[in-house]
Structures are given as C-alpha cells and as structure tokens.
C-alpha cells in the first residue's frame, strides 16, 4: 500500500492501536455473548459476527514448491469498536480489521511476513455476513463455491492459494461452544476446517513458481477477554496423516501454569473431545529471537490423557512481530507431530504472551 508521506504508516498503526484499546475498554456486556447450547448453522456461521466483540480466520498450512517445503499463514482479524457506534458518520470506525500473512521458508532460514491495517468501509476493507468473504484493499480471503480462496499480494513476497475443503466442519468444544476459562462466559464460537487441499501460486525474491500442500482453518469469534490471570496461550492444529485431526490449546498464566485447555481428536469418523485436565503443554526446547529478545517454547511435548505427541518445529525462526497493526508479538510456525502408535502429522503451533502480556 503507498505511503503518503514519511511516517504516514506508523501513525496510521499508532492511531488503530488506539481504537483498539479503546474497543477493548468497552464492557462485554456491550457485545453479544457467546453461550452453551448454541448450535452453529452453516453457510451463515463461516461470515462474520459484528455482533461480537472480536473474530478472526485463520489459516495456515504446508506447501510443496520446486524450492522445498514451505509453511503459509494468512489471518484476518474484525474487531468491533463499541465506542463508535454513537457517530453518525459514514466513517466512523465501528469495525476494525487487521490481517496478517507470513511464508516460512527453511532455505531463508526465517519468516517473510506482511499486514495490513483498516477501518471497516463497504467495497475497500470490510469482514461481510452469510460466508466467509474478508478483505482489506487487495487483500482477501474468500469462500467461493465451496473452496477459499487467499490472495495475498505482499510487498516482500505474494500468494494466490486456493483450499479446498476434503472433510466436514470440525466444530470445536460442545458443538462450536469452546470454552476459554474457568468461567462459562470466557467461551468462542470455534469451528476447525482440517485438510484442505491447497493449490495455487507463492511469489518470493522476484520468482513465482506452482505449488501443493494441505491446510487447516480456525474460524472463532467471541465477546470476552482473557481470563484475568491468563497471559496468553499455546495452540496446534495439526493435520494427520491418514485423515485425522488434532487440535489442542491452552491458556497459561504468569508462572507458565494452566488456566485453561481443551484439545480435539478426530479419527477414524470418531472424534474425541479432551477435557481441561486431560490436556499438558511441556516445553522442550526454547529460541531466543535476536531482533527482540523474546524467548519462545518452539519445541513442545503434548499429553492428552497421558499420551504424548511431540511438535517439532520446521525452522526455530518463525517469529511474527504484529506490533505495528494489533499491537502483538507472537511465534506462528509450520510443525511436524508425532504421537502414540506411529502416528504423524504437519500443521502449526502458535506462542502468545510470552514476551509481554496478550492484550485479547
């Protein structure tokens, strides 16, 4: 996007960290609460919820190029500022948007990244309801008979993807209800869509070249913050090899103690649902990045009811520094598993709140 002047861009971000402080100064009582019992409906629930606090698409997965693997992330955030609704304006800043893309490639030895900062205005950036369809400038992700479609036009690489679906819907937690503490109110609506086939372009150092792979979706909406001891999470989703999926997270607080967890399992058409204490993050191996001092788990031991899987990473450096648009520091990075009677996988495992509280 072309900066109109020196500076232009930072007091642009500066000015969205504000308003998203501000949204989140708001009471949850001023945004629609997710509760038990609701029951997600589809195509409906793969759009947007404006009526909730805060949301986000998120896709991520592994790619085979003429280079070698390689890892995509792509993330569009809606963030609804209450604050604003009172402004008759046209232009008022009811929806924010932020979007964050990333290319993890091992030759490179670390992460291409770009984002992209908006207020929601009809044509130019906004997050729309019915089906998945968000974007911001020429950046979009969009589902289109049946199949999403990324495109992504970076300034330092670019990617055009296509993911098709190969599965049902994953809901997460009690039918799409993932609880996020230990209070019934700290809860999202979560579903997962595993082993999409991707198809499409990656662009980097001047080069296009045809690519593969699979990938995973997270699509998650919710109106409450953190729970007030946690300070950020640990996340996988992994695409297993066979057909099956597993997701698990938790919740960690300042000690580096569990506040909340839950993990899925789906197999064999049989899905398992984890509960908070059956899951365990385990630290295996740190990295200490060298442009911001942060000190990331990017090897993890997972236990679910007593069984380990091990998250390996592709590469250690897969740091994404968001700072300049949702103001976040975090790891977000292609993995391999391994679990219980040979059983592998790829997908990505993202660190928050490691460096300094998470503001969500």
Known sequence: MPTPFPGATVRRAACFLALFAIAFLARAADYAPVLPGMKLAFPADFGAHPEHRIEWWYATGHLETPKGP????????????????????RFSPRQLLFAHAALADPALGKLRHDQRIARGFPALAEARTGDTDVFIDDWSFKRVNGAYRARIPGEQFSFDLVLTPTQPVLLQGDGGYSRKGPLPSQASGYYSEPHLDVKGTVKADGQAVAVTGSAWLDHEWSSELLAENAVGWDWVGTNLDGGGALMAFRLRDKSGGTVWASATLRREGKVRVYA?????????????SPRTGATWPVEMALELAGETWSVTPMMDDQEMDARNSTGTLYWEGAVTVAGPNGAKGRGYLELTGYSERLRF
């Open 70 to 89: 390689m890892g995509f992330q792509v993330t569009f955030f809606r963030l609804r500022n209450h604050a604003a609704d009172a402004n008759p304006s």
């Open 276 to 288: 908070n204490d059956e899951v365990r993050f385990a630290p295996r191996r740190t990295w200490r």
